[in-house]
Each structure stands twice: as C-alpha cells, then as structure tokens.
C-alpha cells in the first residue's frame, strides 16, 4: 500500500478540525476537496476550522443542545467554512493627546466606529468652514 502524502496546510486543516466520537474520517476525499480551493481560500478554510473546532471545546451550559460536527467534506464542499471566517481585527488607529484608543478598528477600516462618526463630523465641519484639513496631503 502507498503511503499517501498530504500538503503541509492540509494536515494543519486536518489536525484541528473536531472529532465525531474521536475521530475524523474521509481525510483522502476531504484532501481533494482541500485541493480544489485557492490557495487563499485554503488558507482562509484553516482560519475558519480553528474557530470551528474552538466552539466544540467551549463547555456546554445545563440543557444546551450542540450537534455533532459536520464531516469536513461537507465542510469543505458545501463551503460551511465561510461561516465560521472571523474578521481580523486590528486596534483603532485614532490617538488622543492623553492615551489611544482601546477599542478595535472596523473590519478594513482603521478606526473604531465611534471615532470614524467624530472623523466624518470634523471632516464635515471644516468643509462648512472653509478650513483646511491637516490630515490630507492635498
């Protein structure tokens, strides 16, 4: 029998994702399925089971019902995986003579919502007023 050889990420997707009674099957059949994503996507698909997998380890409270996990083919095919894509969140970039922002930025934004709402007002006030804005290069 060969042995057969699976990519680096394909065994990092395989790793985490969670057990069904202690145990994943279908590795050759989800490896393809694996294989048919972008690079990106394949990527984004380790992302995504991580987070997957961290909501089977979570304890489950008195009468809370969870069903078993999906078999990563489905996963994979049906993209399942998408659901489970959690933003990447950076720290707000608006900074205060006193100390930054705790808050995090908006997904492909670069700050919080409460300071891009101040940002957009004091954009507005100096167009009302005729004032330069010292942020913009013209």
């Known amino acids: 029998m060969v042995q057969r050889r699976y990519t680096e990420r394909f065994e990092v997707f395989w790793k985490n994702y969670p057990r069904r009674n202690g145990m994943v099957v279908g590795k050759k059949m989800a490896y393809d399925k694996f294989n048919e994503l972008s690079p990106d996507d394949q990527f984004d698909a380790c992302r995504a089971v991580c987070a997957y997998a961290q909501s089977y380890r979570r304890k489950l409270a008195p009468g809370e019902f969870r069903p078993e996990p999906r078999d990563p083919v489905r996963f994979l095919r049906n993209e399942w995986w998408r ?7 950076k720290p707000c ?5 006193s100390e930054p922002c705790q808050q995090t930025a908006l997904p492909g934004e ?13 954009d507005a006030l100096r167009a009302e007023h005729g004032i330069a804005n010292p942020r913009r290069v013209p």
Not at 93 to 97: P, W
Not at 110 to 122: F, L, T
Request: some cysteine; proline content about 4%.
């Open 83 to 89: 659901d489970w894509l959690i933003p990447e969140t």
């Open 93 to 97: 970039a608006f900074r205060s003579l």
């Open 110 to 122: 670069r700050h919080c919502q409460k300071h891009k709402d101040y940002i957009e007002r004091m």
